[in-house]
C-alpha cells in the first residue's frame, strides 16, 4: 500500500512540475525553442497590421505543443468582416512543427514566412476573417467578384486566410481543419508539400490555393463547399470561388483522392499573366487523379494555357465538367462525366487526348472550337500558334448525351473506337471543320492501348475523404447566405421561390434535429403552420404593401448547434433565427451623358461637365431602384458609348429609422442626401485590382429625402448599384 501511495505521490509531483513548465500566451510573446503551452482558452487581440502577431516563432528544430488552447482575436468585433492581425508568425526558421492548435478571429491565423520543414498537425483554424456578401438569392452583386491574377507582392492578404505560406518548402499540413472562413490555406512559392487528411470546407472563398508553387502533393483532403456567387435556378456565378486555385507556374503537383464538391470551380488552374505576356511556360504537368469535382456552379475543373493529365475523376452536374481552354498536349481519361450542361469545353486546344471516359446525360458531351480572332492585347496569341487542332478521341462511352460532337473551326481530329447510345445528334459541325478522320488509327490505338502508371506517394493512416458524401449530393444544397454557403450545422429558414412574382412564398426549414415555433412575423399573413419539427416546409401570403419589409422571426429548440459564426448552443437551449427581405423603392430619374476624357477628364476637375460645353442627355429613363452592370459601355440609337457619365435624381418617405445605404460601382462615384456628400470615391487609383468596389454607411433617416448619385465610367466593364436597408 504504501508502495502505492509512494508510486501516486511521485506521479503527481511529476505532473505539477511538468504542468508548470506549460508556456502561459501573452501578447507579443516568441518562441524560439520547444514548449508545450498551458491549457486554457486566450482571447488576445492582435495589432491591425499583418507584420505584428500575438506570437512570433523562430528558430530551428522547434515544436510548438498548443495543447488544444483556443487563441481568439478580435474580441470587442463581431462580424467576421472586421476581423484583424495576425495569430501566429512564423520566419525565418526550419524543422518547425505547430500542432493541436486552435485560433479563430484573426485576419490571418498564421502565417509562416520561409519556413523550411514546417509542420502542422491537428490544428483548427476555423471562423476566422470571411468578407460580407452582398448578392442576394434574388441577384448578383459584382462587388461579390475576387481576383487572384496577382500575388507577387502577397495581394491574396487582402483576403485574408487562415493559414498563409509563403517560401516555405517541404512543408507538412496534416489533419487540419478549416471551416467558416474565406481562405483555408494559400501558398506562395512553396515547393515539395504534402498536404493530407485535412478538411477545409465550407469556406466563401478558395478551399486551397498555389502560386508559384510545385512539386506538391495534395491527397485525401475534404475540400466540399468553398463557394460563392449561386442561388440555385437563378444564377451561377461561382465569382473565382474555388476548392483547389492552382495558379502561375505551378507545375508537377499531384491531387489525388481529394472530394472537392459543391464549389465555385472544383479545381481552377490558370498559366499566369507571365504566360499571357510571354506565351512561356503554364501551369503544366500537374496530376489531376481520383478526385470528385461534382456539383461546381461553373466547372468542376477549369485548366487553361497548359499541360496537364486529368485522369480517373468524377465529375457531376456541373455547368462544365471540363474547360480547357488553350490546353495543349492533355490527357483528358478514364473519367465520369454525368448531368453536366458542357461535359468536355475546349476552345484553341492543341494536340489534346480525350480516351476512355464514360459520359452520361450530358446536353453536351464535347465541345471543340476556336474564335475568328484573338484579343489583340494578347501577348500569347502574339507568341503562340491558338488554332484549335490535332485531337486523339478514342474509347470512350457515350449515353443519353442529347449531342456527342459540337466542333467548330477545329482541324485534324481522329475520332474512333467510341460507343453511343441515346443521343439525338453525334457531329455537329460545320464548313469550318477540316480533317476530321473517324477511321481506326493502328498507331494511335496502340499508343493509348498501354497503361500508364501513376506513383501513389505513401500517406501514413490515410482518411477517406468521400465517406458520407452522397448525403448532400446535387447543387441544390449549396445555400449561400450574406455570410458564405451554409453548413448545415444551425437552422435556417430557406426561401424557395425568391423570384417568383406572386403573393405567395415557400420557406424550407433546414436544419438539426429539433423543434420550431414561430415567434414573430409582419409583412407576412396567412401563414401555413405555425410550430413543427425539422425539416419542414411552411407557406405565407405577402402582404402588398409599396415596400417589401417581409420578417419572419422563429424559435429552435433540439440537439446542440454551431452556429454561423462557431459558437455552440447546447442541447435544449433555445435560439432564434429568423428571414428578412426588404426594398425601398425610389423612383428614379436616370439620365446618361457621353464622356471623352481627352477634352474633359472629371477625376482631375472634380467637376462632372466642362464649363465651356453644354450637354443632353443621349439617354433617359425612370426606375425605382439603381442596379446598373454594363459590359463594354451603353449602346443607344446605334451609337457605343465606351465612357460615359451616370446622374440619378429621386426623392423619397422614408419610415423613420436607421439604414444602411450601400453601393457598388466601377470606376466613380459620388452620393448624396439632402444635398450632402456622403460617399465620396471620385478617384479610382485607389482601387488597384480587378474589382469593382462596394463601400457601406449608415444615415438615420425619416420622412422626405433628396437623394442624388454622380457615377463615371472610364471603359471597360461598370456597374452601378445602390441599397438601402434598415438596421435592427
Known sequence: MRRQILIFLTALMLFNILSAQDKVIIKGMTISKSVRIKKGSYKIDAAENLEQSVILI??????????????????????????????????????????????????????????????????????????????????????????????????????????????????????CKVTGGQNALMMTECNNGMIFNNDFSFNSGIGLGMYRCSGNKVMYNKINFNVRGYSDGVYNRGQDSAGILVYEQSNNNFFYKNSVTHSGDGFFLWAGQTTMDSGKGGCNDNIISGNDFSYAPTNGIEVTFSRNTIIGNRIFECDYGVWGGYSFESTISNNQFRNNRIAIAIEHGQQ??????????????????????????????????????????????????????????????????????????????????????????????????????????????????????????????????????????????????????????????????????????????????SQGEFPATITAQKIKEERTDIFLELEYSGSSITTPFGETIGASWPYRFSFRKFFQPIDWEVLFYALDTTTHNPIKTGMLFSLFEKKAPFKKEKVNKLDYAWWGGIKESGIQYPQFITVANAKADIPKGNYELSVTWDDAVRVYVDDKLVIDEWNPSLYKFDESPHKKIRLDLGGSHYFRVEHLELGGFATLSLKLRPVE
Open 352 to 529: 489534346n487526348k480525350i480516351i476512355y471516359n464514360l459520359f452520361s446525360k450530358d446536353k453536351e458531351a464535347i465541345r471543340l472550337w476556336a474564335r475568328k480572332e484573338q484579343p489583340a492585347d494578347w501577348g500569347y496569341a502574339k507568341y503562340r500558334d491558338t488554332k484549335s487542332r490535332d485531337y486523339l478521341i478514342a474509347y470512350n462511352s457515350f449515353n443519353n448525351d442529347p449531342v456527342v460532337f459540337t466542333l467548330n473551326r477545329t482541324d485534324r481530329l481522329n475520332v474512333f473506337g467510341n460507343t453511343v447510345s441515346g443521343s439525338e445528334m453525334v457531329f455537329k459541325t460545320d464548313s469550318t471543320v477540316s480533317n476530321l478522320d473517324t477511321t481506326v488509327n493502328e498507331e494511335l490505338k496502340r499508343k493509348i492501348s498501354f497503361d500508364t502508371a501513376i506513383l501513389i506517394p505513401a500517406v501514413p493512416r490515410s482518411n477517406d475523404p468521400f465517406k458520407g458524401a452522397g448525403k448532400l449530393a446535387g447543387r441544390k444544397n449549396i445555400l449561400i447566405t450574406e455570410w458564405g454557403p451554409y453548413d448545415f450545422r444551425y437552422p435556417i429558414i430557406w426561401n424557395t421561390n425568391p423570384t417568383d412574382t406572386s403573393d405567395i412564398m415557400n420557406f424550407n426549414l433546414i436544419g438539426p434535429k429539433g423543434k420550431w415555433q414561430i415567434k414573430s412575423f409582419r409583412g407576412l399573413q396567412n401563414i401555413s403552420v
Open 58 to 175: 523562430e528558430g530551428d528544430n522547434i515544436t510548438v505543443d498548443f495543447n488544444n488552447v483556443t487563441l481568439r482575436g478580435s474580441n470587442n468585433k463581431i462580424n467576421p468582416d472586421e476581423f484583424l492581425g495576425v495569430g501566429i508568425i512564423i520566419s525565418n526558421s526550419s524543422n518547425v512543427t505547430i500542432k493541436n492548435l486552435k485560433a479563430r478571429g484573426y485576419k490571418v491565423a498564421l502565417l509562416a514566412r520561409n519556413v523550411e520543414k514546417l509542420t502542422l498537425d491537428n490544428c483548427d483554424f476555423s471562423y476566422n476573417y470571411r468578407q460580407h456578401l452582398n448578392s442576394t438569392q434574388e441577384k448578383e452583386d459584382v462587388s461579390d467578384w475576387m481576383s487572384y491574377h496577382h500575388n507577387e507582392n502577397d495581394e491574396w492578404l487582402r483576403y485574408g486566410a487562415a493559414i498563409y505560406l509563403r517560401d516555405c518548402n517541404s512543408a507538412i499540413i496534416k489533419n
